[in-house]
T-cell receptor, first 112, second 114 residues
Framework: QKEVEQDPGPLSVPEGAIVSLNCTYS??????FMWYRQYSRKGPELLMY????GNKEDGRFTAQVDKSSKYISLFIRDSQPSDSATYLC????????????FGQGTRLTINP | DTGVSQNPRHKITKRGQNVTFRCDPI?????LYWYRQTLGQGPEFLTY????????KSRLLSDRFSAERPKGSFSTLEIQRTEQGDSAMYLC????????????FGSGTQLSVL
């Protein structure tokens, strides 16, 4: 069993929809949670970073962490075609970016 | 462009050959990371450097793999006696400071072993 599980999709939604992306994990030592966006043939780009449980909002993006359920989510409001990409969750047990454990990635398409 | 630069972008090689990839991090970043990503999977940690010191290596990094970062600037990743299972995207990333959570990734080197 993988430490981090993420539904690979693909997920296809119409423009303007609210998108929900999720990851579950098994390692209770994880305390730092990130969401990366990866466009085709590009490296991942950090979108959101949260520590421990709670919510964090940045523009159209909201990240939620529920450590009791070992479950994290990323919500995208008012989705745009430019949001079409693969979204990767990543986690770490220690502060700093070293040795991140990534999920498989969810491929998202926003249809105009 | 002052981002992380990786060369070459693509490499095709025959099984058994040696290959070397180069990564130039963002100039002021003291940490440099190598990850490997196969199709449909997330990146997997391989190794990282703080300045010129290699601080951790994943068990994924077999004896055929070696990484260096002389003088704490650019880094090279060499794979000896390549195998078809080595085919993947090799991603380099850098960050500033020990506690920085923000990794800046390059666009990767896509390796195909025939």
């Amino acid at each position: 069993q993988k430490e981090v599980e993420q539904d690979p999709g693909p997920l296809s939604v119409p423009e303007g929809a609210i998108v929900s992306l999720n990851c579950t994990y098994s390692n209770s030592a994880f305390q730092y949670f990130m969401w990366y966006r990866q466009y085709s043939r590009k490296g991942p780009e950090l979108l959101m970073y949260t520590y421990s449980s709670g919510n964090k909002e940045d523009g159209r993006f909201t990240a939620q962490v529920d450590k009791s359920s070992k479950y994290i989510s990323l919500f995208i409001r008012d989705s745009q075609p430019s949001d079409s990409a693969t979204y990767l969750c990543a986690m770490s047990a220690i502060q700093g970016a070293q040795k991140l454990v990534f999920g498989q990635g969810t491929r998202l398409t926003i249809n105009p | 462009d002052t981002g992380v630069s990786q060369n070459p972008r693509h490499k095709i090689t025959k099984r058994g050959q040696n290959v070397t990839f180069r990564c130039d991090p963002i100039s002021e970043h003291n940490r440099l990371y190598w990850y490997r990503q196969t199709l449909g999977q997330g990146p997997e940690f391989l190794t990282y450097f703080q300045n010129e010191a290699q601080l951790e290596k994943s068990r994924l990094l077999s004896d055929r793999f070696s990484a260096e970062r002389p003088k704490g600037s650019f880094s090279t990743l060499e794979i000896q006696r390549t195998e078809q299972g080595d085919s993947a995207m090799y991603l380099c990333a850098s960050s500033l400071g020990e506690d920085s959570e923000k990794l800046f990734f390059g666009s990767g080197t896509q390796l195909s072993v025939l």
